[in-house]
Every structure is written in structure tokens, then in C-alpha cells.
């Protein structure tokens, strides 16, 4: 029975296996070694095999498809790598291994765990609040930008700055953009250019490269100063897929260089389109003021000519003149302010635009203030030669035009016009009104018309 029982404890080779193997996985969920590669195979399916180490030990891995076909690099023998995976054991040999979710070289591995932790801190902080971030100016008058002077980057920039607005002034500040100091030298630069109050906007960029060549935009104390700027930091560091400690700290991210040169200068066609706009509203609204001035003096010319009085006449006169003198007050005022305004885009348009368009403008700009005052003192004219019509329509109906013609007006001591014998009596005293003056007169007989009933 004992031997029997010891029978029972006996294990083959395969349940061996799998017991060591159950037990490395369960023991080892994901281990991550750093090691030289050694022994490299691809067979045809496309599987890597092998071997890590270090000066005393090694250890058997396997990379399957697809994600062997993924990797970035080229393994090579005495490569060194950081590698992640499962432990578990190859029963045919009943040899360990490892089995490989990733790979990838030792050095670059370091340094994106050395990024993501200091990405992890500064975030933390709060550096990267998009509340903390600052708009673009939507005019950026002068622009920084940081970068070196030999590089494909700023090549790019100009390109695109010069096609879309050649007027933008733009100063290059020259900085290394890798290597030991590049950060401290990147985060001087931008410092002194964001508080010397010279720029509205500070363009930090460089071409692309590998996370060693991008390093420097990665540094703590660059995306310190970035964040501490006075004034709005635009990163475009890399190509569109590299992503830097710079362009999460910058208040505008772009991916590439040209696209930070787009987001950062006006379109010279935009431009001059809202300059003929603004021409047009400028045009339209002297005319509507011309308008309201004219129908005011229509109004103003009915209620003259509704009142015949000659007092009512000068007094609406006097009121027109005042009109007058208001609305050409108003104009200058309106013109003169419209005017320097208009100056004021010539002068910056002539200082930064070529000479052609300028005087083109110019010329425009001189035929746009004639046609107000010639419209306005056309209706002037106008409104003078209707109110002297209404005067000698006044004076035609006037009775001192009748008298004029020898007839005299009789009234009496009251003042109450006679217009018939039967108001006066003999040796009553009247008056007749003549048009060079007055007669006293006395009645010394009436003689009714034989006509008069």
C-alpha cells in the first residue's frame, strides 16, 4: 500500500511542466527586463526568437506576429532593449522563456518613462490647465521666433509668412535645438524675448527628429519658462505625431511649422477684402446721412411755405441757414474723422505694402471724399433755389404789390380797413396807404355808386 501511495506522488516530465509553468505565470503577471539582445531570429512566419543578457545570465524571448511587424527599430545583435512581457516555460525543452508584448530600445524606453513621469508631476501642478492659456492676438503685430537659424523649420515659416502676409515683422532669435544646454539656452531665449515687451507672440519650434533628438523641448525648467511667459507661446516642435512637454505647456499647440506660421499671421487677401468693406460701409453711411440732412430741409421748406408772414419768412431763413451751417459743421467733423482714420490705414499701408498698391489706394481714397461734399453742396443749391421761388410766390400775392401799381388801402383812425362808403361818414377823418407812405384824409361827401342797391 505504500508503495502504491509513493507511485501516486510520482509526476511525469509533461505534468512537471506544467506545474513549473502555472507557477512562473501566476508568480510574474508582466516583467519588464533591459538587457543585449543576442541570437536574433525571423523565420519566415514572421515570429522574432531571441536571446536576452546581461554578463551573467540570459534568457530565451519570442515576439509573435503582428506585433513583431510594429516595432520601429531594426534588432540587432548587441542591441541594447527594454523588453515587456509574460514569464512562462517552453514545455518541449522545459526551458523559460519570455513572451513579449513590446520591445523597444533601452535607451528611448528610459527616456519616455523619464517623460511620462515628469509629464505626470506638471501636470499635476496644474501646468497644463487650458484655463491657465491665453488666446492668440488677433493681430499679431511683431513675431518672435525661437528656433535655429540653419534648421528646415524656420524655412518653413518664412515660406508661409511671406505668401500670406510679407508686412509681418519677424525677428529670429537663434537657439541650439538639441544637445546638452539646448533646453536652458531655449528657456533663456524665450524669458528675455517675452519681457521685453517687443512681441506679441513667441513661435517655438524645429523640424523633426527621434525622442533623444526632441529631448531638449522635453526639459522641465523649458516648460516652466513656457508657462511663466508674459506673453503667448506657440510650440511646434517635430512632426505631427511627436508630441512635447512644450506643446502641452504652450498656449497654442501646432503640428508642424507651417501650421504655426498660419495660425499666427492674417491672410493679405482677408486683409485687403475688409478694407474694400469698410470703404463700402464708410460710403453708404455718408450717403444715408445725406438723406436725413435733405428730408430734414424738405420738412423745414413745407412748413415755410404752409406760413406767409414775412416775420415767419426770415425766421425759417435764419433756421435754414443755422441748418446749414450745423450740417456743414457736421460734415467736416464726420469728414475729418472719417479722413484720418483713412490716413491712418494709408500711412500703415504705404509703409508696409509695395508702392503700386498704396497709390492705388490713395487714389480711392481721395475720389471717396469728393463725392460727399459735391452731393451735398449740389442739394444746397437745390434747396436755395426753392426757397427764393417761395419768396417771389409770396410776394406775388402780396397786396403791397397791388399798391405798388398806384392803388391805395383806406382804413380808418382804428386801423380797420374801409372797403365800402357805408363805413365812413361825412367829415370823418381816414388814411390811405400808398406804397411810398401814408395820406390823412377827411370825408367831405359820399357819393354811392349808382350801381350799389
Sequence with gaps: ????????????????????????????????????????????????????????????????????????????????????GRVTLYEARGDYQLILDS?????????????????????????FDQARKRPLPRFVRRL????????????????????????????????PVQGTGAAAQIADTLTRAANSGRYDALLLTRGGGSLE??????????ARAIAASAV????????????????????????????????????????QRRLVSLERRLIASQQQMARQLAQRLDRAWLRLDAQKPAARLHALALRQLQLGQRLNAAW??????????????????????????????RDRLAAIGQRPKLAIGRQLQQEALRLRSAVRALHAVSPLATVARGYAILSDDAG?????????????????????GELALQVDAIHPSATEP
Design 232 to 271: 503667448p507661446v506657440v510650440s511646434a516642435v517635430g512632426h505631427e505625431s511627436d508630441v512635447s512637454l512644450a506643446d502641452f505647456a504652450a498656449d497654442v499647440r501646432a503640428a508642424t511649422p507651417s501650421a504655426a506660421a498660419e495660425l499666427l499671421s492674417l491672410d493679405q487677401g482677408d486683409l
Design 1 to 84: 500500500m505504500a508503495m502504491d501511495d509513493r507511485r501516486d506522488d510520482v509526476l511525469t516530465p509533461s505534468q512537471l511542466n506544467t506545474l513549473a509553468r502555472n507557477l512562473l505565470e501566476d508568480t510574474f503577471a508582466v516583467v519588464s527586463v533591459e538587457g543585449e539582445l543576442g541570437n536574433v531570429s525571423r523565420p519566415a512566419s514572421g515570429h522574432l526568437y531571441f536571446t536576452l543578457k546581461d554578463a551573467r545570465a540570459q534568457i530565451r524571448c519570442a515576439l509573435f506576429r503582428p506585433k513583431s511587424q510594429w516595432l520601429n527599430f531594426q534588432p540587432r545583435e548587441g542591441l541594447m532593449v527594454l523588453a515587456r
Design 103 to 127: 520591445l523597444e530600445e533601452a535607451g528611448e524606453g528610459a527616456l519616455r518613462r523619464a517623460f511620462e513621469e515628469l509629464r505626470q508631476k506638471l501636470q499635476a501642478e496644474g501646468l
Design 213 to 222: 533628438d526632441l529631448w531638449a523641448f522635453n526639459e522641465e525648467m523649458l
Design 144 to 175: 518672435g521666433v525661437i528656433t535655429s537659424p540653419g534648421g528646415a523649420a524656420i524655412h518653413d515659416v518664412l515660406s508661409v509668412l511671406g505668401r500670406r502676409f510679407p508686412m509681418l515683422p519677424i525677428d529670429l532669435l537663434p537657439v
Design 416 to 436: 380797420v380797413p374801409v372797403q365800402s362808403v357805408t363805413q365812413v361818414e361825412t367829415g370823418q377823418r381816414i388814411r390811405a396807404r400808398l406804397h411810398d
Design 332 to 361: 467736416r467733423r464726420t469728414s475729418e474723422r472719417d479722413h484720418a482714420r483713412l490716413r491712418h490705414a494709408a500711412a500703415v499701408l504705404r509703409a508696409r505694402h509695395p508702392q503700386l498698391r498704396l497709390q492705388h489706394l
